[in-house]
């Protein structure tokens, strides 16, 4: 009897796939052009924010009225108002009011909302519960009756209109940051971490918020946008930003009675909210296809192909 030779299993490479690397997040990002004109847009938003007072061809309130409700020309870029202030000028400088607000607000929202989505979501039990359940009876409120009950009890100000935006937005934070701490809370790391009687603060700072930060960078972005739409829908309502301080969503407020004779003080207000809040979102959604482990899979294997 001859003694039969071992059978060796021969794999051919050919059909085999090819280990690929994972691109980095910035290829993914600048292979978007649409992420990428956003956040060039959003820089010089920024910019404009923090210059915009000397890049402005004149005051925010010298008025002319000899001048009013000029269209725009080479000397008034976007036209003047019914006092004859200078539109661009105005414009200019209420982009650091509306990024001041949203920033600030959107910050609040931030720390409170990720702070109690992360306790209750680690915590769980009957503190979850109770904290859930003031977040959804903040929920059960429209975010403007919300924000205007807000503004009718501190009166309209500046700081009035950053307190209740932020105030708005918190819940949105909690259940984000809650729902994303559920599903890190669950993970093996974390569990052997437990096991092994690791504080909840160490376990927090070092497995569970560093897993989380993804989808709160990308609520963030979004909540940004909306912020901007917020304050200038309470403007626009009076009840924001008061005069003489300008603000995109007051310029709309002074401009609605001159619709049809001079469209240019609402139209230009009116183009900074759209590009900005536009440019926001647009940000958010490149971010998430970074962020997102299956949205980054996804653009991973359409840019291979």
Same mark, same amino acid.
């Given at each position: 009897?001859?003694?039969? %030779?071992?059978?060796?299993?021969?794999?051919?490479?050919? &059909?085999?796939?090819?280990?690929? %690397?994972?691109?980095?997040?910035?290829?993914?990002?600048?292979?978007?052009?649409?992420?990428?004109?956003?956040?060039?847009?959003?820089?010089?938003?920024?910019? /404009?924010?923090?210059?915009?007072?000397?890049?402005? &061809?004149?005051?925010?309130?010298?008025?002319? /009225?000899?001048?009013?409700?000029?269209? &725009?020309?080479?000397?008034?870029? =976007?036209?003047?108002?019914?006092?004859?202030?200078?539109?661009?000028?105005?414009?200019?400088?209420?982009?650091?009011?509306?990024?001041?607000?949203?920033?600030?607000?959107?910050?609040?929202?931030?720390?409170? +909302?990720?702070?109690?989505?992360?306790?209750?979501?680690?915590? +769980?039990?009957?503190?979850?519960?109770?904290?859930?359940?003031?977040?959804?009876?903040? =929920?059960?409120?429209?975010?403007?009756?919300?924000?205007?009950?807000?503004?009718?009890?501190?009166?309209?100000? *500046?700081?009035?209109?950053?307190?209740?935006? +932020?105030?708005?937005?918190?819940?949105?934070?909690?259940? /984000?940051? @809650?729902?994303?701490?559920?599903?890190?809370?669950?993970?093996? =790391?974390?569990?052997?971490?437990?096991?092994?009687?690791?504080?909840?603060?160490?376990?927090?700072?070092?497995?569970?918020?560093?897993?989380?930060?993804?989808?709160?960078?990308?609520?963030?972005?979004?909540?940004?946008?909306?912020?901007?739409?917020?304050?200038?829908?309470?403007?626009? *309502? +009076?009840?924001?930003?008061?005069? &003489?301080?300008?603000?995109?969503? @007051?310029?709309?407020?002074?401009?609605?009675?001159?619709?049809?004779?001079?469209?240019?003080?609402? /139209?230009?207000?009116?183009?900074?909210?759209?590009?900005?809040?536009?440019?926001?979102?647009?940000?958010?959604?490149?971010?998430?296809?970074?962020?997102?482990?299956?949205?980054?899979? *996804?653009? %991973?294997?359409?840019?291979? @192909?």
């Amino acid at each position: 009897m001859s003694i039969p %030779e071992p059978t060796v299993a021969v794999v051919d490479p050919a &059909p085999a796939e090819e280990a690929e %690397e994972r691109l980095p997040a910035w290829r993914i990002v600048l292979g978007n052009p649409l992420t990428v004109i956003s956040m060039a847009v959003l820089a010089v938003v920024i910019v /404009v924010a923090i210059a915009g007072e000397l890049l402005a &061809p004149y005051g925010i309130n010298d008025i002319d /009225v000899p001048h009013a409700l000029q269209p &725009p020309s080479a000397d008034h870029w =976007f036209g003047t108002d019914d006092l004859g202030r200078d539109i661009f000028s105005r414009v200019l400088v209420a982009t650091r009011v509306s990024m001041e607000v949203a920033l600030v607000s959107v910050g609040f929202a931030f720390l409170v +909302g990720v702070l109690v989505g992360v306790v209750s979501g680690y915590a +769980g039990g009957w503190l979850d519960v109770v904290l859930m359940r003031v977040v959804d009876v903040m =929920f059960a409120f429209p975010v403007i009756l919300l924000a205007l009950a807000i503004i009718a009890i501190l009166g309209p100000s *500046l700081f009035s209109t950053m307190l209740a935006i +932020g105030v708005v937005y918190t819940p949105i934070f909690a259940r /984000v940051a @809650r729902a994303s701490t559920l599903a890190v809370r669950v993970e093996p =790391f974390v569990q052997v971490s437990q096991t092994m009687g690791t504080g909840p603060g160490r376990i927090l700072s070092r497995h569970i918020l560093p897993n989380i930060t993804g989808p709160i960078i990308v609520q963030t972005s979004l909540s940004l946008a909306f912020a901007i739409l917020s304050e200038a829908s309470l403007s626009f *309502l +009076g009840l924001g930003v008061q005069p &003489p301080q300008p603000s995109w969503g @007051r310029m709309l407020f002074d401009a609605q009675d001159y619709l049809g004779l001079a469209w240019w003080m609402s /139209v230009f207000p009116g183009a900074a909210i759209f590009v900005t809040v536009l440019a926001f979102n647009l940000v958010g959604d490149g971010l998430r296809d970074v962020l997102d482990p299956k949205q980054r899979s *996804l653009m %991973e294997a359409r840019r291979r @192909r």
